[in-house]
């Protein structure tokens, strides 16, 4: 059994010249597909020296082929997409193409492709042995529908890699955990009545936030009733209120389920400091779940797979998946931030506020805090009453 972390090159994904064409069409600077934050994030880990050790293995990206693609997406979008990355076409709405987080860019069909190679390898590569985990950075495009974009997300990687895994190993389960800050709506959908593959979605849910869907009612249908699962937070959740939800809510249901591979879409936009989304997490959160999901994978003999998600505050997400990343990989962090980082976010006018791997303490105020607490305990003890039973679990 191999001892090493895959982490997926990113070179031919970074030479693709298409975000450069898309940051000359666009006035405003999209908040996922931008140079900046793919640079940002991914030299932090090679600053720090993390990408040198030898329990990392670097593996480079790949385009998926269109067989993969269609393991989730219609033909027809599939093509679209491909047409649109060259030169546009008239069915634009129709596929939710051409918006404001979906936009139509040179290379695009490539970008979102890689994203689904990579997801593909890290998957299989995990599940052959050839390695003990793995993590693709800027995966996790969990809101793409099988002939729809969304969100940033054109093809959704996760669920093609976890169709894939499922069609070579029919008998083993996986567990989808989703904590980005958004509902993993894309993600849902494609296992709604898949008893196999239980998704757990923790995320804002407020008015007008996107995508408005994942209430805890949203529990799967048919043979797959009890394995959706949806954990639904005010915004203003702290540390403290989210771990009450990680302890009470997911951690006994994924005992209960018991999977062979888990699949983990980090998503660094719960962060206090991300300027799409309102939870208040610190860095000592995303630590913490770490370390948990890695020790549950590691008791139950399990494997894992991780994807970065969303986060767009660059710094605090390069931060947060490094942070992951030596922690899958059992790679020690150095103890504060390398000068030749600092000085690449400063170049790109980013702001550091610390010199290592923490934020200063968040605790909401005593009286927002009480009805936050209300509300993540009504969402607790909704999960608890309505799928607990399902799954033999006392309360
Ligand atoms: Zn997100």
Same mark, same amino acid.
Request: aromatic share 24%; charged share 10%.
């Given at each position: 059994m191999s001892k090493k972390t895959a982490l997926f090159d990113p070179k031919k994904f970074l030479n693709l010249y298409g975000l450069d064409e898309l940051e000359r069409l666009r006035l405003e600077r999209n908040p996922f597909w931008n140079r900046i934050r793919f640079e940002t994030t991914w030299q932090l880990p090679v600053m720090a020296e993390i990408t040198d050790h030898s329990n990392i293995e670097l593996v480079p990206m790949r385009l998926a082929t269109r067989e993969e693609l269609g393991l989730f997406h219609d033909p027809s979008y599939i093509e679209t997409i491909e047409l649109f990355g060259n030169q546009g076409t008239a069915f634009a709405s129709r596929f939710g193409l051409d918006t404001e987080s979906c936009p139509v860019f040179p290379q695009m069909d490539q970008y979102s492709n890689y994203l689904v190679g990579s997801a593909i390898d890290a998957v299989m590569g995990v599940a052959s042995g050839k390695y003990r985990n793995a993590f693709s950075?800027?995966?996790? $495009?969990?809101?793409? $529908?099988e002939s729809k974009a969304g969100g940033f997300c054109y093809y959704n990687d996760c669920v093609i890699a976890i169709k894939k895994y499922r069609e070579e190993y029919p008998n083993k389960r996986v567990l989808y955990l989703d904590t980005d800050v958004h509902h993993g709506d894309g993600t849902q959908h494609a296992f709604y009545d898949d008893p196999n593959v239980m998704t757990i979605s923790v995320h804002e849910l407020s008015?007008?936030?996107?995508?408005g869907t994942g209430r805890v009612e949203e529990i799967g249908s048919g043979d797959g009733e009890g394995y959706n699962v949806n954990i639904p937070l005010p915004p203003l959740t702290d540390d403290h209120e989210y771990w009450r939800v990680f302890e009470d809510a997911i951690v006994p249901l994924w005992l209960a389920f018991t999977p062979d591979f888990v699949f983990w879409d980090v998503g660094a936009d719960a962060h206090m400091l991300d300027p799409l989304a309102d939870l208040m997490l610190t860095n000592d959160t995303y630590n913490r779940m770490s370390k948990t999901v890695r020790q549950l994978v590691e008791l139950s003999d399990g494997k894992l797979a991780v994807v970065g998600g969303g986060g767009y505050n660059p710094v605090s997400t390069a931060k947060i998946w490094t942070m992951v990343l030596a922690d899958i990989a059992k790679v020690p962090l150095p103890s504060t931030l390398p000068a030749e980082w600092i000085r690449l976010c400063q170049d790109f006018d980013l702001e550091i506020k610390?010199?290592?791997?923490?934020?200063r303490p968040f605790r909401t105020e005593e009286e927002t805090f009480v009805n936050i607490r209300r509300a993540v305990t009504d969402s607790v003890s909704n999960v608890q009453n309505l799928l607990f039973p399902i799954h033999g679990i006392e309360k």
């Open positions: 950075f800027f995966g996790g $495009l969990h809101h793409a $529908l008015m007008g936030f996107y995508p610390r010199g290592g791997w923490t934020d």
